[in-house]
């Protein structure tokens, strides 16, 4: 009788394709990226935010020891309304005063240009800021004229105008 060996057999590491795991995940990533469609409530996002308000010093005000409530101080109101093609029709100070009717040609921008500056330099005034109201049918190239004029203004205490902010027209406010 011949006695057979029993020969232990050692269990083998059991190994994964790790090539076609990575390839369903691609495959998963790219259906859920290529099927995803935002609800218009998630694609929209409705920010309110703060009004803009202006910071002053002490200093401004022409009194030592003074302070300037953030309250009493006004940004210059440049209301700009367009055509219907989008160019510029009419620049509209915060007073009602006309700046220019009609294009926005190098005159009317001088024009515009020279009464910012009485209005930032007037005796007492507490600017440093202007708020542009947009009309929405303006194009961005008539838009970025006005704000030309604006960032070449300066402050009565020589630094340079930079706060400028943005609000869209309504149409009730519309010429």
Do not use: W
Request: proline letters at 9%; one cysteine or more; glycine letters at 8%.
């Amino acid at each position: 009788m011949s006695r057979r060996r029993k020969t232990r057999r050692v269990p083998e590491d059991v190994q994964l394709n790790l090539a076609a795991m990575l390839d369903m995940a691609f495959q998963l990533l790219a259906f859920f990226i290529l099927t995803f469609r935002p609800s218009p409530v998630e694609g929209q996002l409705l920010l309110n935010l703060p009004p803009p308000t202006p910071v002053t010093s002490s200093a401004a005000n022409g009194g030592e020891g003074e302070a300037v409530r953030t309250s009493d101080v006004e940004p210059v109101i440049l209301s700009v309304f367009g055509d219907g093609s989008g160019n510029i029709a009419e620049v509209r100070l915060f007073s009602g005063e006309s700046g220019f009717r009609g294009p926005a040609t190098p005159e009317n921008l001088q024009r515009l240009s020279k009464m910012l500056e009485e209005t930032i330099h007037a005796p007492g005034s507490l600017y440093d800021e202007v708020l542009v109201q947009v009309d929405p049918s303006l194009r961005y190239e008539e838009l970025m004229k006005v704000i030309d004029v604006c960032l070449r203004q300066q402050l009565p205490d020589g630094q340079p105008l930079t706060k400028i902010n943005f609000t869209e027209l309504t149409p009730s406010e519309g010429q």
